[in-house]
């Protein structure tokens, strides 16, 4: 099992790859929720930030 820490840099290289962004230039996500309830780093990314329209929801919000 991952820990916390290592779930969100997992997750901070997925959005690096997916939009050239880390999640510490995003606003504030549920990522202890998601990490609490078993969710994978990428199941999150695709569930939170599937394509670069709903990135920029999240960025304008």
Known sequence: ????????????????????????????MCFRDAFDSGQGPEEFMSDNLPDVESLAQVVLS
């Open 1 to 28: 099992m991952i820990t916390f820490d290592q779930w969100m840099e997992r997750v901070d290289r997925c959005c690096q790859l997916d939009f050239g962004l880390s999640i510490h230039d995003l606003p504030d």
